[in-house]
């Protein structure tokens, strides 16, 4: 089946460590994102990719890490300088979009939930 | 960069009433817009989205949305709700060529019997 998958569903870690979320696509997407969602705050953007081995920040990129080395794949890392890292984290793909293909609708994972103790 | 903003977070309204969420942006240029669904317990699913042509769009479930471009607004609406729309809906706004894909903070609608 066609879609985004991110592991683990729930993931503990200790204060301080670096935790790195998985996210895969087989969607042939270029475009790929990171949100953070929290009671109250929306979808707030921390990393975005429109194309391999090119990402930007978003609104709320400190404390975290991304790398795009293949289409299908964009993990995040979480790292110690991250001052509150427990949240909900989704990832989405879309189509970059442009020309004839306007559609950048975009799909999302059934999230990650970090907590840090 | 841009943002999207929804007002009125929590929305506690009856049966059969009907509902509009509001919705404007910030952001000069051409732009795709959405209107997501997350379902209590469910991950997140697109009600409808406008790319071009008629500013009304059509939505699963009954819901609509209208691009007013003069206003930067989309805002949704439905006739007549139901217990079953009950869930958080969110807006999401993707500049044109840039990706960008913002959100805004969600409305809570909850829908009594």
């Known amino acids: 089946d066609g879609g985004i998958t991110q592991s683990p569903k729930y993931l503990f870690r200790k204060e301080g460590q670096n935790v790195t979320l998985s996210c895969e696509q087989n969607?042939?997407?270029?475009?790929m994102y990171w949100y953070r969602q929290d009671p109250g705050q929306g979808l707030r953007l921390i990393y975005y990719?429109?194309?391999?081995?090119?990402?930007q920040k978003g609104d709320i990129a400190e404390g975290y890490s991304v790398s795009r080395e293949k289409k299908e794949s964009f993990p995040l890392t979480v790292t110690s300088a991250q001052k509150n890292p427990t949240a909900f984290y989704l990832c989405a793909s879309s189509s970059k979009g442009g020309g004839n293909h306007p559609n950048t609708e975009a799909f999302f994972g059934q999230g990650t939930r970090l907590t840090v103790v | 960069a841009q943002s999207v903003s929804q007002h009125n977070h929590h929305v506690i309204l009856s049966e059969a009433a009907s509902l509009e969420l509001g919705c404007n942006y910030s952001y000069g240029g051409t732009v795709n817009l959405f209107w997501y669904v997350q379902y209590p317990g469910q991950h997140l699913q697109l009600l409808l989205k406008?790319?071009?042509?008629?500013?009304l769009v059509k939505g699963i479930k009954g819901f609509e949305a209208e691009f007013i471009k003069s206003k930067f607004s989309f805002n949704l609406r439905k006739p007549s709700v139901q217990w079953s729309d009950t869930a958080e809906y969110f807006c999401?706004?993707?500049?044109?060529?840039?990706?960008?894909?913002?959100f805004g903070k969600g409305n809570q609608v909850v829908v009594i019997p």
């Open positions: 990719s429109q194309i391999v081995n090119d990402f």
């Open positions: 969607l042939n997407h270029d475009a």
């Open positions: 999401a706004v993707n500049p044109y060529g840039n990706n960008r894909l913002a």
């Open positions: 406008y790319f071009s042509g008629d500013p």
